[in-house]
């Protein structure tokens, strides 16, 4: 699995990257948050899982890391999905690489730091309640565009996968994309920590090595 997670996680970033949903539909809210969700909740941890070990955390890291990791994530999703943010990377490409770019770094951090070391249980109950933090931040958010009385980024009528949405239309979309892709990945991550905590000693000690995102 690890060997084809990297790859995996690339060519999911090219298609979002090179797409359609940061190029002809740049001005869509919803394909926004398409490529968002795509980047930190889907190629983010592909990468993490396909990084070669020199390149990710192991159980010596510090134990915070994680949840400071989350943090950062939290000022990086929030921050960029200001109204002022949001209109500058819809025109210009330069302020679009650099939202990019910081998606896929703080979700590669926080992916990588939730799961160094899943078989310790002090670095298995940070990585998860970095990650539950991080489902419950994207909730919030996601409720909050899907429920917002007007438009946040503009009122006018923007094309997604053909369909012409109005502003309200097209935020409430992206809202509910952030809901069922962004909190529910985090969400599934950390119950997948919670569950190895609860595990009994013996049984986290014999999990395979298939499933150790650091390999043997």
């Known amino acids: 699995m690890r060997r ?8 999911l970033l090219a298609a979002i990257w090179l797409g359609p949903l940061l190029g002809a539909w740049r001005e869509s809210f919803s394909a926004h948050m398409l490529a968002h969700t795509g980047v930190i909740a889907v190629s983010a941890p592909l990468i993490a899982i ?17 949840v400071l990791a989350s943090v950062v994530e939290l000022l990086a999703v929030w921050g960029w999905h200001a109204p002022v943010m949001r209109a500058a990377a819809e025109t210009s490409p330069a302020v679009t690489v650099a939202e990019q770019a910081t998606f896929l770094l703080v979700g ?13 249980r002090k670095h298995a ?13 994207m909730t919030l958010l996601g409720v909050l565009l899907a429920l917002s009385p007007r438009p946040l980024y503009g009122a006018g009528e923007v094309t ?12 409430q979309l992206g809202g509910v994309v952030m809901l069922l892709v962004g909190s529910v990945v985090y969400l ?20 395979s090595a298939p499933s150790d995102w650091r390999g043997r």
Do not use: Y
């Open 4 to 11: 084809l997670a990297l790859p995996a996680g690339v060519l």
């Open 50 to 66: 396909g990084l070669p070990d020199r390149w990710r955390p192991g159980p010596a890291m510090p134990v915070a890391l994680p």
């Open 108 to 120: 590669v951090l926080l992916w990588c730091t939730s799961f160094a070391a899943p078989d310790e």
């Open 125 to 137: 109950a940070t990585g998860a309640a970095a990650l539950l933090l991080t489902s419950i931040h």
């Open 160 to 171: 997604c996968f053909g369909f012409v949405l109005d502003g309200s239309q097209d935020q």
């Open 188 to 207: 599934a991550g950390g119950i997948s920590l919670v569950a190895r905590l609860l595990a009994s000693p013996s049984a986290v000690a014999n999990v």
